[in-house]
């Protein structure tokens, strides 16, 4: 538990039967923390009875295996579960707002998600707005809040603020009301020129050309 919080992994595999604390316990605490819930769980055990398995899968465990067990089976099951996570950052990036149910599996994540739109709806466009700042607001230690993002959209805590940012922009340019210059200030570049190399480095083109191409469109 202590690691999970720590290092935020990609997936945890557990035994059912353990001292101190069972593989139920142990599910139990990661998936009702915002830090960790979204982390996938592989119980193992060898206990096969069905009400033992739907007591694993009741407490938020994702998937359960019974011993004896192949090894490639194990494997198997745990590059779906890493698979399917890697589709929901794919839809991340994909999506000029943030969708919480779609980088989102348990609930709490939405509601982690939700908040921090929250966040950013009040702090993106402030140019002093920090990782720092972020991690305060959201109640998390800076690290935890990086694995945390990672896992959700692959990105790490200042590349979401950034991408953030960009998103935004990419609403302002479609208004076609604004110059180049004010669009990056407004959404908390305090550098036209930065504005423009990030943008062309995310979308391939700069804001200008952006705004050429929809103009034709």
């Given at each position: 538990?202590?690691?999970?919080?720590?290092?935020?992994?990609?997936?945890?595999?557990?035994?059912?039967?353990?001292?101190?604390?069972?593989?139920?316990e142990?599910?139990?605490?990661?998936k009702?923390?915002?830090?960790?819930?979204?982390?996938?769980?592989?119980?193992?055990?060898a206990?096969?009875?069905?009400?033992?398995?739907?007591?694993?899968?009741?407490?938020?465990?994702?998937?359960?295996?019974?011993?004896?067990?192949?090894?490639?089976?194990?494997?198997?099951?745990?590059?779906?579960l890493?698979?399917?996570?890697?589709?929901?950052?794919?839809?991340?990036?994909?999506?000029?707002?943030?969708?919480?149910?779609?980088?989102?599996?348990?609930?709490k994540?939405?509601?982690?998600?939700?908040?921090?739109?929250?966040?950013?709806?009040?702090?993106?466009?402030?140019?002093?707005?920090?990782?720092?700042?972020?991690?305060?607001?959201?109640?998390?230690?800076?690290?935890?809040?990086?694995?945390?993002?990672?896992?959700?959209?692959?990105?790490?805590?200042?590349?979401?603020?950034?991408?953030?940012?960009?998103?935004?922009?990419i609403?302002l340019?479609?208004?076609?009301?604004?110059?180049?210059?004010?669009?990056?200030?407004?959404?908390?570049?305090?550098?036209?020129?930065?504005?423009?190399?990030?943008?062309?480095?995310?979308?391939?083109?700069?804001?200008?050309?952006?705004?050429?191409?929809?103009?034709?469109?």
């Open positions: 538990i202590e690691k999970a919080v720590q290092f935020v992994p990609d997936l945890i595999i557990t035994d059912l039967m353990m001292p101190v604390k069972n593989g139920i142990l599910s139990e605490f990661v009702d923390d915002e830090r960790t819930c979204h982390i996938p769980i592989i119980m193992l055990t206990r096969v009875e069905e009400e033992d398995m739907l007591e694993g899968l009741s407490t938020g465990a994702d998937d359960y295996v019974t011993k004896p067990f192949k090894i490639k089976i194990l494997e198997s099951r745990v590059k779906n890493i698979y399917n996570r890697n589709k929901l950052r794919k839809r991340y990036s994909q999506e000029i707002i943030l969708k919480p149910k779609d980088i989102a599996i348990v609930p994540d939405e509601l982690l998600v939700e908040r921090i739109q929250h966040i950013l709806d009040e702090k993106l466009t402030d140019p002093a707005f920090s990782v720092e700042q972020f991690s305060k607001e959201i109640g998390m230690s800076r690290m935890q809040l990086h694995r945390k993002l990672k896992a959700l959209t692959g990105l790490s805590a200042t590349e979401f603020i950034r991408s953030q940012r960009l998103k935004a922009s609403s340019l479609k208004q076609k009301e604004i110059n180049i210059s004010e669009i990056g200030y407004s959404v908390g570049f305090n550098d036209p020129s930065y504005f423009s190399k990030c943008f062309k480095e995310t979308y391939g083109v700069s804001p200008t050309a952006y705004l050429e191409n929809i103009e034709k469109s």
